[in-house]
């Protein structure tokens, strides 16, 4: 499948990846320590909802345009506060007109001594990405191919800090690269925090892709998944998931609260589900 950005921007799969990635960033700053976050397939940072590419799928409207007008639980709008502070701050307006990809997400919620990494490989996008943080100098954007950069940029100077790897999907065997990057970069930086985001189309090749994370020797690996519908007839995208290794140990109890009112708000006719399951590994309480 692809999965271009800026035809998807703002939709359901983005609600849920990016509100795990904003628990995970909340997470690392409980400690004075500086962290650098690395986001391996960027895109242009931020997308114009009014754009002929978001206009096309108008997904947008069933995913961010539902959260933000939602009477939200206590509990789940104190979670949710960073990331939709993030997306808010990109409509000082009002509504929503804009939303930020995982690079803003990610530099919104930065402390001062926190660093980003932001790479992009297609030239024009790595461009975008670059006007989008000229001036900013926790933020570097470098044109580079993101599973290049899963052996040359790891492990950050930090020595703390979080990967995230969010591949289009624009050629097949990407599974496959997520594995292999994943493995890979596991070696180099075993105690860094790894978020892989994967859509679910194609249940055969997300069953093979789990099989083989279960399969690949590391230790802590979290599998949420999320579905906003039963599975299709024909090939569409009915769920999003994302696989966190070394993920924080409150994170579980925290999505275990959030993704039921994700569910209901962004579910399809009442046939939304969750599930997050230890592929390999259980981290142990608190």
């Known amino acids: 499948m692809n999965y271009r950005h800026a035809y998807h921007a703002g939709n359901f799969a983005d609600v849920v990846k990016h509100v795990v990635l904003a628990r995970l960033v909340e997470y690392l700053k409980r400690k ?77 919620l930065l402390r001062k001594q926190d660093r980003l990494s932001a790479i992009e490989l297609h030239p024009a996008d790595a461009r975008t990405l670059a006007g989008v943080f000229e001036g900013d100098f ?3 954007v470098i044109e ?91 090939p569409r995208l009915d769920g999003t998931g994302m696989i966190v290794v070394n993920p924080p140990y409150p994170l579980e109890s925290e999505l275990q609260m959030l993704l039921p009112v994700l569910a209901e708000i962004l579910g399809e006719g009442g046939g939304a589900r969750w599930s997050i399951e230890w592929l390999a590994g259980e981290m142990p309480a608190a």
């Open 138 to 140: 926790q933020s570097r």
């Open 144 to 234: 580079l191919d993101g599973w290049l950069a899963l052996g040359a940029h790891l492990p950050p100077k930090e020595k703390r800090g979080l990967v995230l790897v969010d591949p289009p999907f624009e050629k097949k065997g990407e599974f496959g690269r997520l594995v292999d990057g994943l493995v890979k970069a596991h070696k180099r930086w075993p105690g860094g925090v790894f978020a892989l985001w994967y859509p679910v189309k194609d249940r055969k090749a997300v069953a093979g892709f789990r099989e083989a994370l279960a399969s690949a020797g590391i230790a802590k690996i979290m599998d949420i998944a999320f579905d906003i519908r039963p599975p299709s007839r024909e």
């Open 32 to 108: 004075d320590k500086a962290f650098r976050v690395i986001d391996t397939h960027a895109g242009i940072g931020l997308y114009d909802l009014g754009s002929e590419e978001a206009q096309k799928t108008g997904e947008w409207h069933d995913g961010i345009g539902r959260l933000v007008e939602a009477k939200l639980p206590a509990d789940a709008a104190e979670l949710l506060g960073p990331y939709l502070d993030a997306v808010r701050a990109q409509n000082p307006e009002g509504g929503i007109s804009a939303y930020p990809g995982s690079p803003l997400i990610v530099r919104h």
